[in-house]
């Protein structure tokens, strides 16, 4: 039986991203922030899948530097590919 924490960290969209980046090469070379300008998130298969037409605008929160640690988790979400 999977608790329903469980089932949250499975389908989260995070985790998904690094899923699809080992799944699509050409995944490796965008940040967490430039991911959805070319892939969707289905929520029904809790999967990123490539767009197949358009493209979107994704956003962070903003996080003050006063919270450290997601400060600098947003800062290399940001930055690293």
């Known amino acids: 039986m999977i608790s329903s924490k469980e089932k949250y960290l499975y389908e989260s ?5 690094m899923a699809a980046n080992m799944s699509y090469p050409y995944a490796r070379s965008l ?3 430039e991911f959805p300008i070319k892939f ?5 298969s809790s999967k990123w899948f ?5 493209f979107a ?3 962070l929160t903003h996080v003050p ?3 450290t640690e997601e400060y600098y988790q947003r800062l290399l979400l940001n930055t690293q590919r």
């Not at 969209?13 to 991203?17: H, I, Q, S, V």
């Not at 969707?40 to 029904?44: A, G, L, N, S, T």
Request: positive net charge; charged residues 30%.
């Open 13 to 17: 969209m995070f985790l998904g991203w």
């Open 31 to 33: 940040t967490y922030v």
């Open 50 to 54: 490539p767009r197949k037409k358009g």
């Open 57 to 59: 605008i994704g956003r």
């Open 40 to 44: 969707v998130w289905k929520d029904d």
């Open 65 to 67: 530097a006063a919270n």
